[in-house]
């Protein structure tokens, strides 16, 4: 059983950087693209970046790109988000996901298989 366990979550100043680690461990030798989603409280989930399994492609959500960058490092199993530039719409959780069915750094849940416990951002102004 695949398991996907975040951290790096926590309270910063608008401004402020953090970032998130999502190690893989279990059965992953189907590892495929995997990603980072967030969602804000009565706020619907939302992809915020994804990679593909080589780590050359991503994908970005608008309200990121220049802020965040997601990564991989295929020995470790782990891909981050580096956050950069926080803003207090940035509070939610996020989760980490892994698919088994695809390659490709796509942003829809329905590709991803194994989903993390999440973990909790919460950006003050």
């Known amino acids: 059983q695949v398991e996907l366990v975040e951290s790096g979550g926590g309270l910063v100043q608008a401004g402020g950087s953090l970032r998130l680690s999502c190690v893989a461990s279990g059965r992953s030798d189907d590892t495929r693209a995997m990603a980072w989603f967030r969602q804000a409280p009565g706020e619907k989930r939302e992809c915020v970046a994804a990679?593909?399994?080589?780590?050359?492609?991503?994908y970005d959500a608008d309200f990121g790109k220049d802020r965040f960058t997601i990564s991989r490092d295929r020995m470790r199993d782990t891909i981050y988000l580096q956050m950069n530039n926080l803003k207090p719409e940035d509070t939610a959780v996020y989760f980490c996901?892994?698919?088994?069915?695809?390659?490709?750094?796509?942003?829809?849940?329905?590709?991803?298989?194994?989903w993390g416990q999440g973990t909790h951002v919460t950006v003050y102004s």
């Open positions: 996901a892994m698919s088994t069915q695809t390659s490709r750094a796509t942003n829809s849940d329905i590709d991803y298989d194994y």
């Open positions: 990679i593909s399994t080589n780590g050359i492609f991503t």
